[in-house]
């Protein structure tokens, strides 16, 4: 029997999230399986992966062969590299605590540059944000300004015009008095 590791979808339409399953190769992808070791929801940035790393580790051992993007994953997660050190342990090439160590290290430093990734997305995200809504103001500002303006226009045609009115006026009471 050939044993898989890959993905199982659920979710609804266009929103599709994975489960991470050890499964029979002949079974169909959404169907039995043997045990489910993780979720994967590839909706988020950076995608969010969540798997036991122990349980994918003794199934590579046992032999079971990853899909293409569950191997990603995994190698992403380190469990392929901690693979490849311990095939060398058993070879004989380093001690356990050699391997042990190693991975340690390498699980720090991607540990670091994930956390980095994410740091950068929402400072980027902030900063994205900052430059619209100044871009806003900016414009808020020019349409005030030409309100203002359009509004000290109209104050001064109006102003004018009251005050030919008004002299209007002022002669025409004169021309009655002078005829009175």
Known sequence: ?????????RGRKKAAQFDIVVADSRSPRDGRFIEKIGTYDPNTNPASINFDGEKAFDWIMKGAEPTDTVRAMLSYRGVLYRKHLQLGVIKGAISQDVADQRFTDWKEQKDAKIEGKRTTLGTAKDEARKTRLAAETKVKEARAEAQRAKQAAALAAAAPAAAEGETAEATAETTEEAGA
Do not use: H, N, S
């Open 1 to 9: 029997m050939a044993v898989k590791i890959r993905l199982a979808r």
